[in-house]
Every structure is written in C-alpha cells, then in structure tokens.
C-alpha cells in the first residue's frame, strides 16, 4: 500500500493531483492520500483530509511506499520507523509555502539512505513506479527521543544562559 501525506500546515495540490494521477494510471495498487485542506479532492484514491495521529501513525506503519512533502515531521517519523519515503517539496514560486525551506531541507536529505527525493511530477511518478518494483535498503533508524548529550547542553543554556560551543 502507497500512503501519501502532505501534512496537517498547509495544501498542496499539485502533489495530491501527481498522486491522483499515478494511482489512476496504476490501478492495481492501493493508494490512500491525506490530503490536507486542500482544493483538489483525489477520484482515483481513497483519501481524508485529516486523520487522528493513531490512524496516521499505523497507515505509515503498513504502507510499502511514503510518499510525502518534504516536513520535517513526514521525514522524522518515516525514519524512526525505517519506512522507504518518496519525498517532493513545495516550492514558493508554485506559491505552495511562504519560503523554499523545503527545498533546502531536501538538499540536506538528498542521501540519506531509505529516502529519494524528487523535484517535480514526471520525476515523482517514475520513482513511484520504480520504488516498487526495487525498493530503497531501509535507513538505520532514529531514536523518537533526543540523545542525552543534546539534552543536557540544552539544560545548561537553560540553567545558564552561555551560548554552547561545540
């Protein structure tokens, strides 16, 4: 099963409707998009506009395939899970976000093992196409909890307010 997400903050339509468009053109495979609050409502895939965090959560779970935005919260929970992700992001000239963040945040991700990005729709349906037939070798992993030295030089700032030098 495909699970595809474009977050909870803000629409994103091209990437719902590229989604959309795949899933019409692949009918034997399951897709189930979230959509956000969006425009474009999906006719070829079942999809919500919201969903309580638990359903979100066994969705990413049982998929074979993330595809997403690039949001930090998509790429974190994917990696904690080891979940192959498929990520595209919005770009402000599209008027998709205020910022290309996300398209930084893309670059920063480019090569991390069990992630492909993708810059635009011809690109996203390929490695749909692709990621199933060959899927990614899955990353390592992340921990859900910040590692203890972070925390602890967080709780020094706190406690002190010194800048803290590597």
Do not use: N, W
């Given at each position: 099963?495909?699970?595809?997400?474009?977050?909870?903050m803000l629409p994103f339509d091209r990437f719902v409707q590229a989604v959309d468009e795949w899933a019409a053109q692949n009918?034997?495979?399951?897709?189930?998009i979230q959509i956000g609050e969006g425009a474009y409502e999906p006719r070829h895939a079942p999809f919500v506009r919201m969903m309580p965090h638990q359903?979100?959560?066994?969705?990413?779970?049982?998929?074979?395939?993330?595809?997403?935005?690039?949001?930090?919260?998509?790429?974190?929970?994917?990696?904690?899970?080891?979940?192959?992700?498929?990520?595209?992001?919005?770009?402000?000239?599209?008027?998709?976000?205020?910022t290309d963040?996300?398209?930084?945040?893309?670059?920063?991700?480019?090569?991390?093992?069990?992630?492909?990005i993708v810059d635009d729709v011809p690109a996203l349906h390929a490695a749909m196409t692709r990621l199933l037939a060959e899927p990614?070798?899955?990353?390592?992993?992340?921990?859900p909890h910040a590692q203890p030295a972070l925390i602890a030089k967080v709780?020094?700032?706190?406690r002190t307010g010194r800048t803290i030098r590597n």
């Open positions: 099963m495909i699970f595809a997400s474009v977050g909870s009918p034997q495979e399951e897709v189930f359903e979100y959560r066994r969705r990413l779970e049982e998929c074979t395939l993330f595809v997403a935005h690039v949001g930090m919260g998509s790429i974190l929970q994917g990696l904690e899970i080891r979940k192959q992700m498929l990520l595209m992001p919005r770009r402000a000239e599209l008027k998709e976000h205020t963040h996300q398209l930084h945040t893309a670059d920063r991700f480019r090569h991390t093992p069990g992630l492909m990614l070798a899955p990353s390592e992993g992340i921990s709780a020094d700032f706190l």
